[in-house]
């Protein structure tokens, strides 16, 4: 079946760097997302992995393992507003809609 | 990026009525448009994916009679909930994809909060 696992909570310090995990078991893979929600928000996009490798992007950063099924977001230099709930997604082929499987979400607190 | 508006972003209403959301791409012509569901502290479900000029494909234990898609254009979705009832209370949100070379993007709207009384 398909799933994706990430934690359901964190707690990290502000201005510290705080790593979320996901891993995924899916039937075929074409690319990983990483969204960020804030509370009574829609997503929003934060990156985009298809290829091993560690993808930046400012404060944020993505890995992915494709052989491993494991993905990771890191975010550096932690501010208040990166409070919120981070999404890993897995889009699944061979779908021509480029549905994506949704975790269920890692809330992330961050205390001053 | 591009830009999906969705309107109302917040309706109330009496149980057995009908709510119409619209989710429109302002700035692109969008491929394929999604409607998920989201209750309080759940992840995003997807209820169907909807293709211009094409009938809704809905996922399972979605129902089709009471969740009606119409995909009207490239620009414009819309998600009524016909004789709504409490349960229906949830946030909706619709996302449109958009090729863009590398990948293809799915780009959310900002939802609605749906609540029937």
């Known amino acids: 079946g398909q799933n994706i696992d990430q934690p359901t909570e964190m707690t990290a310090t502000e201005g510290a760097i705080v790593q979320i995990n996901c891993t995924y078991q899916t039937s075929g893979f074409n690319g990983l997302f990483w969204y960020q929600q804030h509370a009574g928000e829609a997503p929003t996009f934060l990156s985009y992995n298809v290829l091993d490798g560690l993808e930046e992007k400012g404060r944020f950063s993505s890995f992915l393992s494709r052989s491993k099924g494991y993905s990771y977001l890191l975010l550096k230099e932690l501010q208040m507003k990166d409070s919120a709930s981070y999404l890993c997604?897995?889009?699944?082929?061979?779908?021509?809609?480029?549905?994506?499987?949704w975790g269920a979400g890692t809330k992330l607190i961050i205390k001053p | 990026g591009a830009v999906v508006s969705q309107h109302p972003s917040r309706v109330i209403c009496k149980s057995g009525t009908s709510v119409k959301i619209e989710c429109r791409s302002l700035?692109?012509?969008?491929?394929?448009m999604f409607w998920y569901r989201q209750f309080p502290k759940q992840s995003l479900m997807l209820m169907a994916t909807s293709n211009e000029g094409s009938k809704a494909t809905y996922e399972q234990g979605v129902e089709k009679d009471k969740f009606l898609i119409n995909h009207a254009s490239l620009t414009l979705s819309t998600l009524t909930v016909t004789s709504a009832h409490p349960e229906d209370s949830s946030f909706y949100i619709c996302s449109a994809r958009v090729s863009s070379g590398r990948f293809s993007e799915q780009f959310f709207g900002p939802g609605t909060r749906l609540t029937v009384l």
């Open positions: 700035d692109f012509q969008a491929t394929t």
């Open positions: 997604a897995v889009r699944d082929p061979p779908d021509s809609n480029y549905q994506l499987i």
